[in-house]
């Protein structure tokens, strides 16, 4: 589990809309949707995520403020 601060930017609007998006060779995820598989979890109050990142892989969160 990883914790992502995101305190230098923008104040966290409530939802905070977030999408993750994974490459990963192992599984032929190319660009893959993984937004509902890796339990994303916001604190507003904190201005920060965390989420469950797979190993041997690349993951780019999008989000919206």
Do not use: Q
Request: net charge negative; glycine share 4%; proline share 3%.
């Amino acid at each position: 589990r990883y914790m992502f601060d995101l305190s230098d930017f923008a104040p966290l609007s409530d939802p905070v809309h977030i999408l993750a998006i994974r490459t990963s060779g192992d599984e032929n995820e190319n660009w893959a949707d993984v937004t509902d598989k890796i339990d994303i979890v916001t604190d507003t109050d904190e201005a920060s995520f965390t989420a469950d990142l797979k190993g041997s892989s690349v993951t780019t969160f999008i989000i919206k403020f």
